[in-house]
């Protein structure tokens, strides 16, 4: 089976996460890591928190403590809550780690040494109530493209436009708010990105085209713009040093690289924090070198995420001239909205990750997201749609019918798998419909299709209800007990195999539907197509339980409380 590496953008270090956040690179990310372990493919999934540049200083100057404290407490904090969605990371790494500090600054040098890495001296704000040179995200001002007032100096999150700080309309300092501000000369390494544009237009078009449209769309309008050489270090106090054995001047002054530059080092820095725990076992040149081209890598990410992916740190890894891995595809995602207006995690704007876990266990959260992910256009959450889809797919097409099979047949036949005739014409005809459905399922998981492969999930419990409506044991019985006990038995099969194949969606009620059934012998992973078919994998005789609620139906009740709690109004 081939090698998979996989990586989700990693989540900013200020602040607890919201669901648009989850939904646009982690949860997918651990969908699909599933599924191909599943599958029975070797997966590395690989995230960290990404610790540098303007937000954590700022985030911990307002808690008024160091900001690698900040970090390391709000790393365990964003941990936890990841933990809690049941993400089931190989590895999550924090960016301010040695290994990455050591890997961007070989990285850097290996590009200077190639000729990418220039030091020019630039124009820059400085603040003169501050008495410091401000870094872009220091910068906020009003956006020139879209008019939103609280932009950063390096991108507008309304409008996701790259800016310059000097673009803004009425900038200030994001520190003190001062407005008292001036250009004054400095000196930065700039990444020579005109130089290898070139290079970065054909790698992009040797891809682009096994990428969703969202992702190759935005490469290709970047590239048509023209790539520009980008200044790649800046004026903090916490970051990757500027190595003093290359660039001895700007070390001296302080300088730190771009967070932007760091950050998607962290990808590969992380894979060495997780091979350094383990290193007679494991290699991390293995899944980040070329030579190793049985590895298949694929990004997760939000829309906003995919030029510097897609570009940047393309262009950074060909600039080394060194053999790296590069991505395979690019998964990018639309916004997922709250009521018509931007989940927000400067504005705490919409349902968070950590609120989310308190209202409602995991698994409701993670089928909503994926059975609506905005994968071709913006979606945009309402309780009205979660309280619906709930109620709909999670409780009734599936927790009900695994609960009235299960209750059904210990009342009448024991707490046994019943036996029951032979299979006959409507089970051969459910078969084929699951085998059909599950082959649908596949393909749409193997194609990154999360939304129709959620469709897929649900018809596949849809046809365990057709099934037992048409059966109607609860009827059958009453002159046909053998039929009702082999209705039953086939049912049972049905509740097993949606355990397993659910699990990427719903692990934790995939585990409890799975143990039911006391099966010594099932090490099963995923369901082949003749066990699709024949629905025989749960034998007679075998003893189960009935499992607590699966879902819980959300009432009217619930629903007006959710909206008085986070709002629920258009934006």
């Not at 190989?90 to 850097?108: H, K, L, M, V, W």
């Not at 709930?390 to 009235?404: E, H, Q």
């Not at 005809?429 to 999930?457: C, H, N, P, V, W």
């Not at 046909?480 to 355990?499: D, S």
Request: hydrophobic share 40%; aromatic share 12%.
């Amino acid at each position: 089976m081939a090698r998979h590496l996989i990586t989700s953008a990693l989540p900013y270090i200020n602040g607890i996460k919201h669901l648009g956040n989850m939904v646009g690179s982690m949860l997918p990310a651990d969908v699909y890591s599933r599924y191909l372990r599943q599958r029975g493919h070797d997966v590395l999934y690989i995230c960290a928190t990404d610790e540098h540049g303007t937000p954590a200083e700022l985030a911990a100057k307002e808690q008024g403590i160091p900001v690698a404290d900040f970090c390391a407490q709000a790393h365990d904090a964003q941990k936890a809550i990841y933990d809690g969605f049941a993400l089931a990371f190989d590895y999550f790494g924090r960016s301010s780690s040695p290994q990455n500090r050591e890997i961007t600054q070989e990285i850097a040098r290996e590009l200077k040494a190639n000729g990418f890495i220039e030091e020019r001296a630039i124009r820059q704000v400085y603040s003169i109530t501050d008495g410091r040179f401000l870094p872009d995200r220091y910068i906020i001002g009003t956006c020139p493209h879209c008019g939103y007032d609280k932009a950063r100096g390096d991108q507008c999150e309304n409008c996701t436009r790259v800016l310059d700080p000097t673009d803004l309309i009425e900038p200030r300092s994001a520190i003190s708010g001062s407005s008292d501000l001036e250009v004054r000369e400095t000196k930065h390494l700039f990444l020579l990105q005109s130089a290898l544009a070139g290079e970065v237009e054909s790698w992009v078009d040797e891809r682009a085209d096994n990428w969703p449209v969202l992702a190759s769309s935005i490469a290709r309008k970047w590239l048509t713009e023209g790539l520009h050489d980008r200044a790649i270090t800046r004026d903090l106090d916490w970051g990757v040093p500027v190595p003093a054995d290359t660039w001895p001047d700007l070390a001296a002054e302080g300088k730190v690289f771009y967070v932007w530059f760091d950050a998607p080092i962290e990808y590969i820095g992380a894979t060495k924090e997780w091979a350094d725990q383990d290193p007679e076992h494991r290699d991390w040149r293995s899944w980040w070198w070329e030579s190793d081209a049985d590895v298949h890598y694929t990004q997760f990410m939000g829309k906003d995420n995919v030029p510097f992916h897609s570009v940047m740190f393309p262009a950074t890894q060909l600039g080394t001239r060194a053999p790296w891995k590069k991505v395979d595809v690019i998964k990018a995602f639309n916004w997922l909205n709250y009521y018509g207006g931007k989940f927000s995690t400067s504005q705490r704007r919409g349902v968070f990750t950590h609120d989310a876990l308190e209202v409602l266990p995991a698994d409701y959260w993670r089928y909503f997201m994926m059975a609506n992910a905005p994968e071709s256009d913006d979606a945009s959450f309402t309780w009205e749609h979660f309280t619906a889809t709930v109620n709909k797919d999670l409780a009734d097409t599936l927790g009900n019918f695994v609960n009235r099979v299960l209750s059904f047949s210990k009342k009448r036949f024991g707490e046994e798998v019943p036996a029951g005739a032979e299979p006959g014409e409507a089970e051969e005809k459910l078969g084929e419909e699951i085998a059909r459905l599950l082959t649908e399922y596949e393909q749409q998981m193997d194609a990154l299709q999360f939304r129709k492969a959620a469709s897929a999930l649900r018809a596949l419990w849809s046809a365990g209800n057709s099934y037992l409506e048409e059966k109607a044991p609860w009827l059958e019985i009453k002159t046909n007990k053998e039929g009702a006990a082999l209705t039953l038995r086939t049912a049972m099969n049905l509740i097993h195999l949606y355990a397993i194949v659910s699990e990427p969606f719903i692990p934790t009620t995939a585990a409890a539907m799975r143990q039911v059934f006391t099966l010594p012998d099932d090490t099963a992973t995923w369901v082949a197509q003749p066990e699709a078919r024949s629905l025989t994998t749960v034998p007679a005789g075998a003893p189960f339980t009935v499992p607590p609620v699966l879902f819980a139906k959300l009432t009217d009740e619930d629903l007006e409380a959710y909206k008085e709690r986070f709002g629920g109004e258009e934006a």
